[in-house]
T-cell receptor
Framework: EDQVTQSPEALRLQEGESSSLNCSYTVSGLRGLFWYRQDPGKGPEFLFT???AGEEKEKERLKATLTKKESFLHITAPKPEDSATYLC????????????FGTGTRLQVFP | DAGVTQSPTHLIKTRGQQVTLRCSPKSGHDTVSWYQQALGQGPQFIFQYYEEEERQRGNFPDRFSGHQFPNYSSELNVNALLLGDSALYLC???????????FGEGSRLTVL
């Protein structure tokens, strides 16, 4: 069964304290792995798509990496405005477009 | 360029009632997917519409149905509402077999 597990569930960081969020997945053939940011009561905001092991993508203070079993979202020198829930999702190479989401990591960055 | 728009943003219903939620996709997108997000959980896939037909369906009962119109907009209908249907309902648009899904802000449904 296709599955996504994110850790930790919650993370509190001091402003400027870099860290990483983990997304472990099992899928019958990976078509793509997606990272989204979600603010409370809002829809997910697209961040990155990764397609193959070894791929990396960056956007401001965020960098996403992908291996054959997991993905990491590295946050460098975070700011309070980076506080949000970060969702990871996979899309299988099974002739469907559906995304299978993890439960997310709730990040709080305090001054 | 307008992104994905959903309406209404919030609504309250009672058990047994029916609800219709609406979605307009991002400009240039022809495919609409619907997701249900319970509090503290990740979104769960309900179904996808393309060319006015339901193409894929997740593990949701027949009480959940939908429609896509010629202008690519879509509706989600839920009949015989249960307390457990309370959730944030998200619409996502994309191009068929395309890459990224872009989400709307969601419709928060509360069933009393």
């Amino acid at each position: 069964e296709d599955q996504v597990t994110q850790s930790p569930e919650a993370l509190r960081l001091q402003e400027g304290e870099s860290s990483s969020l983990n997304c472990s997945y099992t899928v019958s053939g990976l078509r793509g792995l997606f990272w989204y940011r979600q603010d409370p009561g809002k829809g997910p905001e697209f961040l990155f798509t990764l397609y193959s092991a070894g791929e990396e993508k960056e956007k401001e203070r965020l960098k996403a990496t992908l291996t054959k079993k997991e993905s990491f979202l590295h946050i460098t020198a975070p700011k309070p405005e980076d506080s949000a829930t970060y969702l990871c999702a996979v899309q299988a190479r099974d002739n469907t477009d559906k995304l299978i989401f993890g439960t997310g990591t709730r990040l709080q960055v305090f001054p | 360029d307008a992104g994905v728009t959903q309406s209404p943003t919030h609504l309250i219903k009672t058990r047994g009632q029916q609800v219709t939620l609406r979605c307009s996709p991002k400009s240039g997108h022809d495919t609409v997917s619907w997701y249900q997000q319970a509090l503290g959980q990740g979104p769960q896939f309900i179904f996808q519409y393309y060319e006015e037909e339901e193409r894929q369906r997740g593990n949701f009962p027949d009480r959940f149905s939908g429609h896509q119109f010629p202008n690519y907009s879509s509706e989600l209908n839920v009949n015989a509402l249960l307390l457990g249907d309370s959730a944030l309902y998200l619409c996502a648009s994309s191009t068929f077999r395309g890459g990224e899904l872009f989400f709307g802000e969601g419709s928060r449904l509360t069933v009393l």
